[in-house]
C-alpha cells in the first residue's frame, strides 16, 4: 500500500507497510502512481515486466521523455526488491502471536484526587469528579495499587506511574508518600518508577517544583493557550481566569527542568480553531515541549469539534507545520508532541499495531482503589475490572482490550496511518459507537493529517540538511 | 537517484524479529490524554 500527497512544494510517497517514506520529483510521483494505478501488489517481477513498461509509457509518455521513465521505474523495482516499495501487510498472523503474549501490567494512571479547584469546561472527568463523588486517594489505597502493579509486571523493570485527577496537588502529601514508597519497593525488587505528574498548576509553588524535579520523570502541565482562550475554558469555580495565575509559574518549572521532560499541553476546541495561534503563544512564552489536542465532545457540546471544521483544522496544522521548519531553520525549534515522528527509531510493529495497552498494559485506578481498563472509562462502571484487593476480577474485560488491534478495526484496514495511532483510541471509539473495536471519524481525519504534517517536516529538514552539505562543498 | 530521495533506512519489517519487548512507554503516560498516538514513542532499545 502507498499514499502519496503533496505538502508544502514537497511530493511525498509513503510505503504504508514497510514505514519508508521517500521524497520525490514530480515525474517520480507521477509515475508511482501510475504504477499503483495498475497494480497494487507489484514485485519486482511485475515491475520488470514489458506490460508494465508498455503500460507507463501508454499513459505518461507524451508527458515524460521515455529516458526518464526509464530511469524511475527502475529505481522503484531497485527499492522494491530492498522492501521500502510496494511492500504487503505481512503482520497479521504476526499481532495474533504478539497479543497471545502473556501481557503484564506495566503502567497506572493513579487518580490521585477527584477533585479539582477548576471548573474546565469540557473536563471529561466532570471537574473531576468522573460521574461520582469527590474522593481523595489514601496513602494505603495508593500503596496496595503500587504493589498490585510490581505484583504484576512480570520482568519488566521500567514501570510508569502517573499521578492524575482531577488535580493530583490537592492530595499533594499522598503523592510525595507514595513516591518514597515507590523507592523503596523499587530496590526491593529490582524496578524502576518512572513517576509523572500531571497538573493544573493552581497549587504549584517551589516545594512542589523542587520535589517535582527530582523524582518526576515528567510533568504535564495543563493550559490551553492564550489568554482569553485559557480563561474561557479554563476557569475557577468562581468563573475567574486562571492564565495569569499560573502562567509564571509553569515558565518557571519549565526552566528549572532545562526545558526537558515536561509538556505544556492543552486542549482545543471550536471555539479557537484557529489553534496554531495558541501553539504558537506557547512556543513566545518560552516552552519547547508542546502538546495541543482537539477536544473530545459529544456532538450536543457547543465546543465540540465538527466534521465540517476539519479544513480549517488542516490549514492550522499546515500553517503550524511550516512555522515549526521555519523556526528549526533559525535556530529556534520546539517539539509539537503529535509532529513528534522518528523515521529511524520509532516505535516496533508490535508496538504500532496493538494500540496504547489501555486495559493490560495500563489501568487507572480510581481514588477507592478500582480498577478500569483508562482513565476515560473510570465511572463507566461496565467497564470496572476489580480492584487493588483483588486484583483483576473480570479478565474477560483484559480480554477485549487485547485482542483490540488494527486488524480488529474495518476502518484501519485501508488506513495508511495505521502504523502511527495504532487504531486510535478505544474510550473514544467506546464514546461514540458504543465498542472499542470502531474508530472517531473525526480524531481519525485529523490524525491523518498529522502524519502528513510530521512527515513534511522531516523532508524539509532533510532538505536543508542536503543543502548545507551541498554549500559546503 | 536523483528522482527520489529515501528519508529512512529502517524499515518496520526489520523490527519483527526483536521487537515486542514491552520495556516501552506507555502511549498515553506522555501528553495525551485523550487521544491516540503511537509511532511517536521512543524504542527503549535505540534509546
Redesign the interface.
Known sequence: MIHQYQNNGYNI?LDV?????????K??YDIIACLEKGNTFHTPETLRSEETFANLKKKLGSTYPEE?LK??LE??I??TDA??LF?RD??ED?IDE?KQ?K??V??L?LHIAHDCNLACRYC?AEEGEYHGRRALMSYEVGKKALDFLIANSGS???L?V?F?GGEPLMNWQVVKDLVAYGREQEKLYDKHF?F?L?TNGVLLNDEVQEFVNREMD?V?LSLDGRKEVNDRMRPFRNGKGSYDLIVPKFQKLAESRNQEKY?I?G?FTRENLDFSKDVMHFAELGFEQI?I????GEETDPYAIRESDLPQIFEQYDILAKTMVERERAGKGFTF????????????????LS????GT??LAVTPWGDLYP???FVGQEEFLMGNVDDGITKPEIADEFRGCSVYSKEKCKNCFAR????????A?SYKFHHTIHNTYDV?CEM?RKR?EC?IMI??AL?DEE?NESNEEK | MKHIKTLNTQTLNNTVKKGGCGECQTSCQSACKTSCTVGNQTCEHKK
Open positions: 510517497v507497510n514497510s514505514g519508508s517514506v521517500h521524497v520525490v520529483d515525474e517520480a526518464d530511469d524511475i529505481a522503484v531497485e527499492l522492501g521500502q511492500t505481512i503482520y504476526y504478539v503474549r501481557t503484564v506495566k503502567a494512571c471529561f519488566r523493570r521500567n510508569e502517573d492524575f518512572r509523572t500531571t515528567n504535564v509538556y499541553r486542549t502538546s489536542e482537539p477536544v473530545v508532541f503529535h509532529f513528534m515522528l522518528d523515521l529511524e527509531g520509532g516505535p516496533c510493529v508490535a508496538k504500532r494500540g496504547c495497552g489501555s498494559e495500563y483508562c482513565h476515560q502504523f502511527y495511532c495504532s487504531g486510535g483510541c478505544m473514544n480524531s490524525e502524519v510530521a522531516k523532508a532533510a542536503r
